[in-house]
């Protein structure tokens, strides 16, 4: 992707901002590129071991454990942030929930010079977040919360999913647009056949392979993945994608031994760049059961490279794309439901699994392109 010019000092800002922690920061990843300026995140000094990225500019939160969970700057470093951020000419504030907002609106639409503001929920409006701190996230929404839905110049969805949660927090809003994250599709290349890729990974020619890439974490519901392979034809084999989380490679391994589906599942641990996207050509489509996804990158890329998908009702981007059949959108995590479009994968000739990745990536194609995503970007400025 090539940087547009830049738009005056735009800071994008955030929490955790580290390449493990998958979509928001691939997606402050690309504002920076649309948009120039600077990247700005506070960090948890326990997070700090995964590796600091070079051009993000870091703050540290207080070690104690109030500060990391509220999100609180350490003291020492509260002035150096606070004129970084005031120095924006556009404030990006990503994410929610910490007091990111306080410092966001400090020196953005509350400060003399009046910033303009930007605010980018990334999903965490979704109804399931809520079962997890749930009065403390509605006390941020009635204070924070209702400051940015109010006084952002804008309040940006990912799908028009995302865009119905948070209208049914913050009403129906003039600042409020969808705007697609871009995918590269130059990066999604593959450079050995998938009979190479198979054999390197244990896995044969002759099955259907399934494969989930994501970060192991709960609500990505890897275990629950594993178990509906089980549950499935021997003939079904699933590829595991994806670093640590809540839930380890290790702990993956165990449990797969444990049922006796080792020659069925096949747990990589984290893949990157062209042994990533070696894994997705091999596959014959992409999984995601996840209790809750705003846009998910690896399901467009998956669709990005042919790929038909099988999408949770988590997944928002099925709002987007279930119109051009292109996978299997489930109606429910249910079993049956998961189980049904399992059957129907595995019947379905190559020919017509080829159409439904056909149409995704005619899609992807048509909607995903940096250009269009940095265009309206500048149109909000």
């Not at 830049?6 to 920076?32: E, I, M, P, T």
């Not at 009979?195 to 709960?218: A, F, M, N, Q, W």
């Not at 038909?308 to 009702?313: A, C, E, G, K, N």
Request: with cysteine.
């Amino acid at each position: 992707m090539d940087k547009l010019a830049s738009k005056g000092n735009a800071v994008q800002f955030g929490v955790n901002l580290l390449s493990n922690k998958g979509g928001v920061y691939q997606a402050v990843r690309d504002y920076h590129l649309a948009l120039g300026g600077r990247k700005c995140s506070l960090l948890d000094p326990k997070e700090a071991r995964h590796g600091m990225i070079d051009g993000i500019d870091y703050s540290f939160m207080g070690a104690d454990p109030v500060s990391r969970l509220l999100g609180r700057v350490k003291t020492s470093s509260k002035d150096q942030l606070l004129t970084m951020l005031t120095d924006a000419s556009h404030l990006f504030l990503h994410g929610s929930y910490r007091l990111t907002a306080a410092y966001a609106l400090a020196a953005g639409i509350n400060s003399p010079a009046l910033k303009p503001l930007f605010y980018i929920p990334h999903g965490s409006l979704d109804p399931w977040v809520f079962e997890k701190r749930g009065l403390v996230k509605r006390l941020w929404l009635r204070h924070y919360g209702r400051q940015l839905f109010e006084n952002s110049r804008a309040v940006l969805a990912m799908t028009r999913n995302e865009l119905k949660k948070i209208q049914k927090l913050a009403g129906v809003r003039e600042n409020q647009q969808v705007i697609y994250l871009p995918l590269d599709l130059k990066e999604c290349q593959v450079t050995l056949t998938a009979s190479e890729t198979r054999t390197k990974y244990g896995i044969p020619e002759d099955v259907r392979l399934l494969c989930y890439l994501g970060r192991l974490h709960g609500m990505k519901r890897p275990l629950e993945t594993i178990d509906a392979v089980l549950a499935s034809s021997s003939e079904l084999h699933l590829a595991v994608v994806g670093p640590d989380d809540t839930i380890s490679a290790a702990q993956l391994k165990q449990y797969v031994d444990r049922q006796g589906l080792w020659g069925r599942v096949h747990v990589t641990g984290p893949l990157y760049g062209a042994d990533k996207y070696n894994l997705l050509g091999a596959s014959d489509a992409y999984i995601s059961l996840s209790h809750r996804e705003n846009f998910n990158y690896t399901a467009a890329e998956a669709m990005g490279m042919g790929l038909p998908v099988i999408l949770s009702p988590g997944n928002d981007l099925q709002g987007e794309v279930s119109h051009i059949e292109c996978g299997w959108m489930l109606a429910s995590l249910e079993p049956n439901y998961v189980n049904a479009a399992l059957k129907d994968f595995l019947s379905m000739s190559a020919e017509e699994c080829f159409a439904r990745g056909s149409r995704g990536k005619q899609w992807v194609e048509a909607n995903l392109s940096f250009e269009t995503f940095a265009q309206k970007l500048h149109g909000l400025l």
